[in-house]
Structures are given as structure tokens and as C-alpha cells.
T-cell receptor
């Protein structure tokens, strides 16, 4: 059971480039999340989804886009990368949000130079 | 606005003592609250969940309380061990959406032998 899988693990982007962070879960979870964590700081919710075709903004959505075409996948798109987007990105999922455990991926380290 | 506050300063505890971490929330009343542990470079891992109608929840050496009057949750680790050293995060759902899970900034706990 793979759980939540994120790719890539590490990436260096130049300012203005775009990229997509991939996230897949094999637990048939309907809720999925993207968080970012800056060095020494807490997790900030970027976007979340309660099911295929449904997404909503979190605390810090600017500069990002998401889509949820299937239950399994929840990619995060960075458009026009900026140094402020240098962070660790965590994807997570849960079966339902009302008190169910959130399972996290291993994280994607992104540096924008 | 809705806020979650955890002690931002690190907590240093002698091995064997009880560590107590605090999570305060303001301007809303979550139906439940979760606690997670995060080790450096890793994603958070679920520890305990407590619902608003529960005063206390226990799991082995861990105990969580939830005081809806004080708007506070306390997380206790009894008989602390160096292996308990990590950052501990509280996570209540925010606002009217039970799916919007916001994390506190976390408290870093260090247990010295």
C-alpha cells in the first residue's frame, strides 16, 4: 500500500518557470489537500478538494492552481514561479474530513532561483 | 478572524517528566481537534483526535484534553523519552467547513536525557 505519493522529491526552478507537483493516493480517499511549509514555520493550506471535480482555496492559494479529475490524483500547478514559492510542499488525503486521519506524503522540496 | 495559536518557543523537558503543549483557538468552535507529530524533513503523522463532547482522550503515554470554554486543547506526554523529541501540531477544522483543516504553527519539543 503506497499511501500518498508525491513527485518530484526535489526540484529547482528558475524565476518565471512553471511546473506541476504530482500527488496520487491509492486509499480511495475523497478528501485531498496541498500544504506548504517554509523553513522553521508551520503548514499553510494552499488548496483542498472534497472529491473529483471539486476544489477550494485554502489560506495561501495565490500563485497556484489545482485540478481534481480523478479520485486518486490531485496535481498542484505553479505558474510563473517566484522566490517566495521556495518551500516544502506536502500533499495529504483523508477518507472523510469529519475527524478522519489525514495521511501525508513525503514532501516535495522546491527551490526557485 | 479565526486563529490557532501554539507556543512558538521550543519546550525543553528532562527525560521522565511530563511534557504539556498548548493549542488555543479563537473566534470559532471546532467540532473536533487533531494532534500530529512531525519529525524534521518528514510529513506530519496523526496521533490523537478529540471531539468537542469529549473532555479527555488517551493513547498509551499521550493524553489530550479539550476545553471548549477556554477554547484550548492540551497535549500531554507522560514519562517523556528522547525519542519523543519532535514538533507537535494541533489541527482543528476551520470555520463552517469541516474539510478545511488548518494546522497550528507547532511546538518543538526536546527531551534531554
Amino acid at each position: 500500500n503506497a499511501g500518498v505519493t508525491q513527485t518530484p522529491k526535489f526540484r529547482i526552478l528558475k524565476i518565471g518557470q512553471s511546473m506541476t507537483l504530482q500527488c496520487a493516493q491509492d486509499m480511495n480517499h475523497n478528501y485531498m489537500y496541498w500544504y506548504r511549509q517554509d523553513p522553521g514555520m508551520g503548514l499553510k493550506l494552499i488548496y483542498y478538494s472534497v472529491g473529483a471535480g471539486i476544489t477550494d482555496k485554502g489560506e495561501v492559494p495565490n500563485g497556484y492552481n489545482v485540478s481534481r479529475s480523478t479520485t486518486e490524483d490531485f496535481p498542484l500547478r505553479l505558474e510563473l514561479a517566484a522566490p517566495s514559492q521556495t518551500s516544502v510542499y506536502f500533499c495529504a488525503s483523508s477518507y472523510q474530513s469529519s475527524g478522519n486521519t489525514i495521511y501525508f506524503g513525503e514532501g516535495s522540496w522546491l527551490t526557485v532561483v | 478572524s479565526q486563529k490557532i495559536e501554539q507556543n512558538s518557543e521550543a519546550l525543553n523537558i528532562q527525560e521522565g517528566k511530563t511534557a504539556t503543549l498548548t493549542c488555543n483557538y479563537t473566534n470559532y468552535s471546532p467540532a473536533y481537534l487533531q494532534w500530529y507529530r512531525q519529525d524534521p524533513g518528514r510529513g506530519p503523522v496523526f496521533l490523537l483526535l478529540i471531539r468537542k463532547n469529549e473532555k479527555e482522550k488517551r493513547k498509551e503515554r499521550l493524553k489530550v484534553t479539550f476545553d471548549t470554554t477556554l477554547k484550548q486543547s492540551l497535549f500531554h506526554i507522560t514519562a517523556s523519552q528522547p525519542a519523543d523529541s519532535a514538533t507537535y501540531l494541533c489541527a482543528p477544522p476551520q470555520g463552517g467547513s469541516a474539510s478545511k483543516i488548518i494546522f497550528g504553527s507547532g511546538t518543538r519539543l526536546s527531551i534531554r536525557p
